[in-house]
């Protein structure tokens, strides 16, 4: 049978980056749902679409496939009618842009079997905002991942240097604490912990540190 793990969390608490090192290390397969949330947003932006546009997207929805597949280096890569997208989504715009769309029923829906299939067959770590809430409610394990949102847009910020993207510190924060605001009062699946979760705050270590903190809490469950 297979071990579904959950990580939730608010933008820019490492789920991502952590959750791809952690699966490695117990040789489970990652899913990133933030990138197919990305994607959606970022078909509707290449037509032109405003993130106000919640009829024109939930039409789109019938002329896109979105999935999630592995390039020949076996790293995860998100499709778009067939196009490896991967290298579009990670822009503060589609970012923002994808914290408006999930809040939209029918893109939840849209991608929901598509995320639980996943699942089903193989054992795998699954992050996003409601993953041990809706998508994934019998998860083995369920974390609740986060950090202060100083030290979120702090490392956020470091990141969007590293990829040469023009951003100051205060701007980014100003984005993460909208983010949260969006993500957390949505009236679909609102980011919060599950009630079964652990609480896991990575605001005192390093990558690193807080990789070894995540490993320790799963393997203790596991």
Same mark, same amino acid.
């Given at each position: 049978m297979s071990i579904a793990i959950a990580i939730d969390g608010p933008a820019?608490?490492? #789920?991502?980056?952590?959750?791809?090192?952690? &699966? #490695?290390e !117990?040789?489970?397969?990652?899913? $990133?749902?933030?990138? !197919?949330?990305r994607t959606i947003g970022l078909a509707a932006s290449r037509k032109g %679409?405003?993130?106000?546009?919640? &009829?024109? =997207?939930?039409? *789109? %929805? +019938? $002329?896109?496939?979105?999935? /999630?597949?592995?390039? $020949?280096?076996?790293?995860? =890569?998100? /499709? !778009? +009618?067939?196009? $490896?997208v991967s290298?579009?989504?990670?822009? @503060?715009?589609?970012? *923002?842009f994808a914290s408006a769309v999930s809040a939209i029923p029918e893109v939840r829906a849209f991608l929901l079997d598509l995320q639980r299939n *996943?699942?089903?067959s193989d054992n795998v770590i699954m992050d996003g905002r409601d993953i041990g809430t809706v998508v994934l409610p019998d998860a083995k394990i369920k974390i609740f991942l986060t950090a202060s949102p100083? #030290?979120?847009?702090?490392?956020?910020?470091?990141e969007n240097i590293e990829k040469g993207i023009d951003s100051t510190y205060e701007e980014v924060l100003k984005d993460v +604490?909208?983010?949260?605001?969006?993500?957390?009062?949505?009236? =679909?699946? @609102? /980011? #919060? @912990?599950a009630e079964d979760s652990v609480l896991v705050d990575t605001s005192d270590y390093d990558f690193e540190g807080s990789k070894e903190l995540l490993l320790r809490v799963i393997k203790e469950r596991m």
């Open positions: 820019g608490a490492g #789920k991502s980056s952590l959750s791809k090192e952690v &699966a #490695k !117990l040789s489970f397969i990652y899913v $990133d749902t933030g990138a !197919l949330y %679409l405003k993130k106000e546009d919640k &009829a024109e =997207i939930i039409s *789109m %929805l +019938n $002329d896109i496939d979105v999935k /999630l597949s592995f390039n $020949d280096e076996g790293t995860q =890569i998100v /499709l !778009l +009618n067939g196009e $490896d290298s579009f989504i990670r822009t @503060p715009e589609a970012s *923002m *996943m699942a089903k100083e #030290k979120r847009a702090m490392r956020r910020h470091k +604490n909208q983010r949260d605001y969006q993500d957390s009062h949505r009236e =679909i699946a @609102p /980011l #919060k @912990p």
